[in-house]
């Protein structure tokens, strides 16, 4: 804007009208008579042209001032129909209302003595985040920027201003859920109503990728940022004990399954090799570590956080963690100001992939693989804070 008005009235006019005494000197030679005529009518002219110019100076700047508030009344009104500027009229009475303060004032400056506490775990935790990100950019020569592509795996929460990265294998489907109730407007009340299939299908939830560069800049910038993590390695037996040793999941056994018995096993009988439904935890080792795979990239559900969530190019305001997963949740209900009203779902303690149990699988891993594999996966350990566990062989 500056621009436009200092080019329409920055400067005065380069041409400079001539004196009249030029036209003594330079001019044709005038008869006595007519010189006497043109004596009297010099001071006129001087005083015209110079009101002359005036004028047109301030039709100048009349014309840049009407110009310059045209384009701000334009600017105006397409502000006003931005979805990024829009608010929920649902909002009014819920617990984002006008005048309240919303989930991320209430994380980084919590009014609730209870909550303070908590606040002090999650900065730790923030921390631990930003130093290993600037440890692991130090010393890679990785660069890149994100495109709308990377993110979609956040879920918006337009009516509370909420970001979720989900992370399979670390309670995303219970916390899809949740999102469904908040995004509902009523349409949802108790998240365990709510079929799991139903729960994944990407049209229930609205995702940061559908948005354009602007609202995107717009809700990373102000919304509540949220994901929750897992110790690695559990998180990876849990993914390998869901989807290759349960029979209902025939889809990840064609797809997955099949391939992997194909590259990896000796003496494949026709049945593996078509059905691909008993691959061994060993095997499905080898298949990560694989550079072929990693070139090809990782599913998402052994995808590490790192790849899937982008800590170290978006800043997350909460993360929260699988082994507290329910304080975690319930906290991030409260900042939300839904805690009276709805409760993170339990889940089922006496399926759940644990330590113990890891360690058992991973017993049958070479030194060579482990040490591959602990490669694969060191940011997630690093940036949440997870120790390397006791039962690898790393050296």
């Known amino acids: 804007m500056l621009d436009v008005f200092s080019s329409l009235t920055g400067g005065q006019s380069s041409s400079v009208p001539p004196d009249p005494r030029s036209l003594r000197q330079t001019g044709p030679s005038f008869p006595h008579k007519a010189r ?37 009344v334009i600017f105006y009104f397409q502000s006003m129909f931005q979805p990024v500027m829009r608010r929920n009229p649902f909002m009014v009475e819920g617990c984002c209302r006008k005048g309240s303060r919303n989930a ?49 795996h956040l879920v918006v929460d337009e009516d509370h201003e909420l970001i979720y990265c989900y992370v399979p294998k670390v309670a995303c489907t219970n916390w899809k859920r949740v999102m ?16 799991s299939n139903e729960a994944h299908i990407p049209s229930n939830l609205k995702t940061l ?12 910038k102000n919304y509540l940022k949220f994901l929750f993590v897992r110790e690695p390695f559990e998180r990876l037996v849990s993914a390998y004990r869901n989807k290759f040793t349960l029979k209902y999941n025939s889809s990840f056994h064609k797809r997955f399954g099949t391939r992997i018995i194909r590259r990896y096993r000796k003496n494949a009988t026709q049945d593996a090799l078509l059905n691909g439904a008993d691959v061994k935890f060993k095997e499905f080792i080898e298949y990560l570590v694989d550079p072929a795979t990693q ?32 304080e975690d949740a319930n906290y991030l209900l409260q900042l939300v100001g839904v805690g009276d009203s709805l409760r993170f779902p339990t889940y089922a303690k006496s399926t759940r992939t644990t330590d113990a149990m890891t360690a058992q699988f991973f017993s049958n891993i070479s030194t060579q693989q482990q040490i591959q594999l602990y490669q694969l996966y060191k940011l997630d350990f690093l940036m949440f804070n997870y120790s390397i566990p006791s039962y690898l062989r790393l050296q």
């Open 209 to 220: 990728n559908q948005y354009s560069i602007a609202e995107i800049n717009h809700r990373l």
């Open 36 to 72: 006497g005529i043109l004596q009297p009518l010099r001071p006129a002219m001087k005083q015209t042209l110079s009101e002359l110019m005036r004028m047109s100076r301030i039709c100048r700047m009349i014309f840049a001032t009407c110009l310059g508030s045209f384009i701000l």
């Open 104 to 152: 991320l004032q209430e994380l980084y400056n919590p009014t609730q003595p209870e909550l303070s506490g908590a606040a002090v775990l999650h900065q730790a935790r923030r921390d631990q985040v930003v130093d290993a990100c600037r440890v692991y950019s130090a010393s890679s020569r990785k660069r890149r920027v994100l495109t709308p592509g990377d993110l979609k």
């Open 295 to 326: 070139r090809d990239g990782l599913n998402e559900h052994w995808q590490t956080v790192y790849q899937l969530c982008h800590p170290c190019h978006i800043h997350y305001d909460m993360v929260g963690k699988y082994e507290t997963l329910e």
């Open 180 to 195: 469904m109730v908040l995004t509902g407007r009523g349409k949802y009340s108790d998240p365990m109503e709510i079929p």
